[in-house]
């Protein structure tokens, strides 16, 4: 006699379904930039990590220097020029010929050059580095790295957010000179201004931490353009074409944020440090 089989315990009723909310507005927003700031903080802690990729950071150092420093020189002639021309004009009107060369100057070497750097690196080098990672991300060479236990912040972003940094810095110095020297020629060709007086002025109104503004911007601003180029090459979307819309993402956020903060440094810079002579 077969021994008689127990029935099947009946199925537990399914928990009722939560109703399903929309994410809310603007939270993705806020989400991609925590991210941003949780890769410039990994970034400056790899950056004291051992061992530190040389040979890569002068690949791209040599690089971004190559592709920015004659744009970088093209565009600042025309940039002092133009600056000189409009602050000479705007000192006939007033009667105050003497001060152009300072006020001419000082907005070259603190506002100007700076931002003139920090775009060409952005948008030359920038790009150049978001194209890279992305075509790396999408190919999964950064998760073969993790596999194998090499962090890819460290072998492949530190390189390049440290060579944004040190091109900016060095193609400010060169931007400021020769944006001076252009305006100086188009002041004193041009408007009939005197060599003596133009010397004179910026002497007298200019200031060593004014260089020092000037440096410290083009150390942020190319710290800003390598972070924001390396985050949208780790997190590219949708295949080849997501790596091109992340590179003119990376350019146009860049953009955003550099005018942004400058306008702070700025901000700081006048309630620091007073002007001279005042």
Known sequence: MEAEKTPPPAPEPAPPRRPHRAPLPGLG??????R?????????????????????????????ASVTILPAALVSIPFGAVIALQVGSLTQQLGAQS???????????????PLIVALLIAGAG???????????????ELDAMEVMGVSPVQRLVVPRVLA?????????GMVSVVGTLGGYFFNVVMQGGTPGAYLSSFSSLAQLPDLYVSEIK??????????????????PRGGPKGVGDAVNQAVVITFLLLFFVNMVLTGIYLQIVPPKGG
């Open 218 to 235: 083009a150390l942020i601003f190319g710290f800003i353009a390598g972070i924001v180029a390396a985050y949208r090459g780790l997190n």
């Open 99 to 113: 001060f152009t060369g300072g006020a001419s100057v000082l907005a070259v070497i603190q506002q100007a050059s």
């Open 164 to 172: 944004t940094m040190f091109v900016a810095l060095l193609l400010n």
């Open 126 to 140: 920038g790009s150049a580095i978001c194209a890279d990672l992305g075509s790396r991300t999408i190919r999964e």
């Open 29 to 34: 927003a806020f989400r991609q930039t925590g």
């Open 36 to 64: 941003l700031f949780a890769l410039a903080a990994a970034v400056i802690r790899a950056v004291f990590k051992r061992p530190f990729q040389l040979r890569e950071f002068i690949e791209q150092f040599w690089f971004i």
